[in-house]
Structure formats: structure tokens, C-alpha cells
């Protein structure tokens, strides 16, 4: 039977050729410069996505079996280096777990202020480049104008701007300078509005709903048998977040907070702010709402961060004393998760009474969230490989250890 021009069949078969095989990266901007895929292809179809790791490889978990923990602290920066606060955060938690020590009440606050500050700056990294990644420059910029307001309030705290080995076991290095409180708040009643900005940059854009759409579906069963975590978790609809569902001395740090996990649950998100609706096309799963996840989430920290200075202005104590730096660890072993700007982030540490680990290692969401790009991109053009991958907010430092 012969076939018209408007028939799909016809359309199908133009799009596919002989197989091959094709690298996209390390070098490729929608790899962020350090991720090689080798995509196999048929024309224009994939039919199977292969990451290859390894352009990061510094062996931070073998180095952290031959350094005390006050001075791992560094190593952790540079695993999700947008997000190095996080990573503080949660090794240093893992090593009170071990150790059984409780941190005084301001500094529980101060690092509630801190960490939620890292996943704002980091879910704007992931807006901008997403942008980036499907052709448009501009909400790069706008996402970095933002992203170094924040930087500039983390070095007023402690000198660094990437890489800040602030939290550290027992608390943090050191508190807030005076007038800090004040220049935070100014700033987030500066990001709000523009938030509404970014969405109309980017989250209603028929052109993006038109490139996320629909595309990368992960239903929730997928999400949860490939280990998915974070945002990549949540936008399938699985309600879970650690900061609510975690370990008690994970969850002891936003006892008394006001948030709700974003997460569409009953056919709507949270409505506790007026954000955009979701578009008709989208389907719950894609890379649409991988990145609305993400957005709502910006606005969720900005909230949480109120509260934490309110609570931080009134609270007891001090910010917490680090401890010191070759004091024994007890005998034992300990695993801890910590809901990361991309998802939960463990550390595992097995200690033989010494002052130095006698075993780390970091379990990553990154990993674990890239692990499914074979699966989200088969069957897909060579153009939606970008954005997917795009949605799922990698980075390589988190995954190459």
C-alpha cells in the first residue's frame, strides 16, 4: 500500500538510517564539558544512551580514609561543587551521628539558613544551564546575577565562594558577621519577584513546554527501581524528601519549619504561593516537571530561610564548636542521608577507634539520577537527548569520586 508524505509511517522511516554510534561529549555544551555519551543511533531514533565516567576522578572517598575528618571537610566541596554547603553538611552530620553529638540550638538554625541559601544558588545553576543546554543564553546570565548575590553573602561568612568548608563537625567555623541577617533578607525580597520573571523566561515559554514536554517520561515505578532521588524523584510524583522523611538527626534541624514537599499529589502542586499552572502538554514525569520541581523549589527554601533567621535572631547558645582536629572517633559504623539540592547524599564511615576513618564513602544522587538516562532517552530524537539529560541536573564531581 503506498503512502502520502502526511502519513507518520513515511516520517518515520525518513528520520531512520543505518545504525551508528556517536559520542556526544566530553566536550559538548549540553554535557556540561565533563560527561561522555555514546548514543547508538538509527538516523535521527536512539535507541540506547551509554555514559561513560571518569574526566573527574580524584579519589576523594580513598582520601578520606587517610585524613582526620575536620580536614575531609575540604574534599566534600568539591564533590557537588555547586553545592559544597550541602556537602559540608552532610558529612559533618554523618560524623556527629558516629560520634552522638547534638549541635546547640542557633547552630541547627545557622545551618538551616545556610544549606537552604546553597540549594537557592545551586537550582539556579540548574535553571540557567537547562536554559542553556535548549539554545537560550539569556536565562543564563539572569540566573548567575542572582547566583553571585549569594555568593557574595557566603563569602561575608567565610571567605570562599566556591568551595567553603564552613559546616564542619560540631558546627560551623564560625557566625554570621553583623548586618549579614539583614543583607540576606534584603536579598530575598529582591528574588522573589524576579522568580515570577524566570518563569516567564523559561516555565511558560510555549518554546521550552515545546522541547520538555513529554519528553524523558519516568513513571514513579522507574524513578523508584533505579534508585532516583531529589527533584528527578519528586518530579515523577513520589512523595519523599528527606528533610521530612530522613534519620531523626537529619530531620531535628527543621523540626518546627513550615514547608510541604513539591511534589504533585492529588493533581496539583503546593498552592502556597501563585505559581504558574501546569501546561496541558506536560505529563507528570518529564522534563518539564523535573524542572518546574526545581523552580518551586527556589521559593521553597526562600520561605524556609525566613524562618530560619527569625528562629536563628531568638535561639540559645552558640553556633557550635568544631571539633578538634585529630580527636579519636568511637569504634563503630555509621550511613546518613542528607536531601541534597539534587537529591539525598549519603556518607558512610566505619571507624576502628582512631582519630582517622578506617572507611568512607559517599553514596550520590547524581549517580543514581544518571543511571537512568538509557532509559528516559530511548526511542527519542538526538535533539530531546540534550534535554533530558539537561533535566536530571548532573554533576560529575557528585559522581566520579
Not at 276 to 301: N, T
Amino acid at each position: 500500500m503506498s503512502s502520502t508524505i502526511d502519513d507518520p509511517r513515511t516520517i518515520e522511516f525518513d528520520v531512520r538510517t543505518d545504525e551508528m554510534l556517536v559520542n556526544m561529549g566530553p566536550q559538548h555544551p549540553s554535557t556540561h564539558g565533563v560527561l561522555r555519551l555514546v548514543l547508538r543511533t538509527d538516523g535521527e531514533i536512539v535507541s540506547e544512551v551509554t555514559p561513560h565516567l571518569g574526566y573527574l576522578h580524584r579519589c576523594a572517598e580513598k582520601i578520606g580514609e587517610n585524613l582526620t575528618p575536620r580536614q575531609f571537610i575540604p574534599y566534600t566541596d568539591r564533590m557537588d561543587y555547586l553545592a559544597g554547603m550541602n556537602m559540608n553538611l552532610g558529612w559533618a552530620l554523618a560524623v556527629e551521628k558516629l560520634m552522638k553529638y547534638e549541635p546547640p540550638e542557633k547552630g541547627r538554625h545557622l545551618r538551616v539558613i545556610i544549606a537552604e541559601m546553597g540549594r537557592i544558588a545551586s537550582h539556579l545553576v540548574g535553571m540557567g544551564a537547562y536554559g542553556l543546554d535548549l539554545g537560550t543564553f539569556s536565562p543564563f546570565l539572569y540566573a548567575f546575577r542572582e547566583r553571585e548575590r549569594i555568593l557574595d553573602l557566603f563569602e561575608e561568612v567565610c571567605g570562599a565562594r566556591l568551595t567553603y568548608s564552613y559546616i564542619t563537625v560540631g558546627g560551623c567555623t564560625a557566625d554570621l558577621p553583623n548586618g549579614w541577617l539583614q543583607k540576606c533578607e534584603a536579598f530575598l525580597t529582591q528574588l522573589e519577584p524576579i522568580i515570577v520573571e524566570y518563569h516567564t523566561l523559561l516555565t511558560t515559554n510555549s518554546i521550552f513546554i515545546k522541547r520538555t514536554a513529554a519528553i524523558g517520561v519516568m513513571s514513579a515505578a522507574t524513578a523508584i527501581d533505579y534508585g532516583t532521588s531529589g527533584p528527578v524523584l519528586r518530579g515523577s510524583g513520589v512523595d519523599h524528601d528527606l528533610r521530612r522523611d530522613g534519620e531523626e538527626i537529619y530531620t531535628a534541624m527543621y523540626d518546627g519549619y513550615a514547608f510541604e514537599v513539591i511534589v504533585e499529589k492529588n493533581g496539583h502542586y503546593p498552592k502556597d504561593h501563585d505559581y504558574p499552572a501546569v501546561p496541558r502538554e506536560a505529563i507528570l514525569g518529564d522534563c518539564w516537571h523535573r524542572f518546574y520541581v526545581r523552580m518551586l523549589e527556589v521559593m521553597q527554601s526562600i520561605d524556609l530561610v525566613r524562618q530560619a533567621i527569625d528562629r536563628y535572631s531568638v535561639a540559645s547558645g552558640n553556633y557550635g564548636e568544631p571539633m578538634k582536629l585529630n580527636q579519636k572517633l568511637p569504634k563503630g559504623e555509621v550511613y546518613l542521608e542528607t536531601e541534597a539540592p539534587r537529591g539525598q547524599m549519603g556518607f558512610y564511615i566505619v571507624s576502628s577507634g582512631d582519630a582517622i576513618p578506617w572507611r568512607a564513602r559517599a553514596r550520590s544522587s547524581s549517580f543514581c539520577n544518571l543511571s537512568v538516562a538509557s532509559e528516559l532517552c530511548r526511542d527519542c530524537l538526538i535533539a530531546d537527548v540534550p534535554a533530558i539529560v539537561g533535566s536530571l541536573d548532573i554533576v560529575m564531581g557528585e559522581i566520579d569520586r
